[in-house]
């Protein structure tokens, strides 16, 4: 279970260890890697158990939604800060940025925004 994400609606596919976890910061308690970044996201919604995926330089306000279940995945995570990067009206102009500059590196906006790698051990 995520600590980080009270409400998490989706799991998140680890591109680099191909694991499941609720939130990058989960992946950073279990790995000592880096979370790799990815355009093509692997989302499992936890409402319907069916995976999806979506191309985050493509990212549009019906993606905030399950294909499978329409479950709205995309919400205020219940945490002081939101992990999966999304903050309200923020989550529309960043995806409109990720689409416009493409694959633009945006390490504070980015669906892992938070890398907390570093503070492992
Ligand atoms: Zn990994
Ligand atoms: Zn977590
Ligand atoms: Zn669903």
Partial sequence: MCKHILNAQVSIRAPCCKQWYDCAECHAE???????????????CKKCKKAFRKNMAEYDESDEYCPHCDNHYVIDAKTPQAVIGVEG????????LIKDE?????PSRSIFARDTTDRIG
């Fill in 30 to 44: 279990a790995q000592d890697h880096r979370l790799a970044k990815t355009v093509e996201m692997v989302f499992a």
């Fill in 89 to 96: 009206e923020d989550a529309r102009v960043d995806a409109r």
């Fill in 102 to 106: 493409r694959i633009k590196e945006n």
